[in-house]
């Protein structure tokens, strides 16, 4: 599992007893550990959690026995959260180092938020030939290597703004941690030929002014404009 610093991160654990009976518990390894380290546990029939550092500080803890799972969430994450974490159901408490947790666990590694970066914007549009008067067509405007998200994506017919036959589809994050955005404007094949101009406007917090890629459709001639 990886997160950024400065993310919330969310872990489940779940399980199977039809008595509230155990004692449920979550553990990691400490840095330079090879032991698991008690981190909070809920008492037989409690729903309340206690720490065993006596403080919650980032955590919370939720024990939802009906539906036989547990979470742990860290907020405001920093790379010190990185470690392997456990979860246990036990007939005994652990607060002391422990290794006889199951050999299962989620790993966590939080990385350094990666430097803002502007995005870049790219029109693709349906070449002459693919055009039909009797189908739809569409625009794409493929808005790249941005961070962080989101990007405002507006779509103009000669000017004004176009409220209807938008779709975006999800973010997507490459390795580099590097966002994706498509936002996909369909348009009946008449108002592309009687329109005499689709602009696609980009809005991210790195850009001073938004990015506008337009396509003029007038005279029957498709020119992508800068």
């Known amino acids: 599992m990886n997160a950024l610093e400065g993310e919330s991160v969310t872990m489940e654990c779940r399980y199977s007893r039809k008595t509230d009976d155990r004692y449920l518990i979550w ?12 981190l909070v546990y809920w008492s037989p029939g409690s729903r309340i959690p206690t720490f065993v550092s006596g403080k919650a500080d980032r955590y919370e803890a939720v024990k939802d026995f009906a539906r036989k799972r547990m979470t742990l969430r860290i907020v405001n994450a920093t790379k010190q959260d990185s470690s392997r974490y456990f979860c246990q159901l036990t ?4 607060t002391d180092n422990r290794t006889d947790f199951c050999s299962c666990g989620s790993t966590l590694n939080v990385q350094a938020v990666p430097p803002s970066s502007p995005p870049s914007v790219h029109l693709q549009y349906p070449p002459p030939g693919e055009i039909s008067a009797d189908a739809p067509t569409s625009l794409l405007c493929l808005v790249t290597g941005f961070y962080p998200p989101p990007v405002q994506i507006s779509w103009y017919l000669d000017g004004s703004k176009v409220l209807s036959g938008i779709s975006e589809w999800p973010l997507s994050r490459d390795p580099q941690d590097r966002y994706t955005s498509v936002s996909r404007l369909e348009i009946r094949s008449r108002d ?3 329109a005499g101009s689709y602009q696609c406007v980009v809005s991210h917090p790195k850009l001073k002014q938004p990015i506008m890629k337009e396509i003029r459709t007038s005279a029957h001639q498709e020119t992508l404009v800068n």
């Open 27 to 38: 553990g990691y390894v400490p840095p330079r550990s090879g032991a698991i380290q008690g």
């Open 192 to 194: 592309w030929v009687d």
């Open 91 to 94: 007939d005994h408490q652990v």
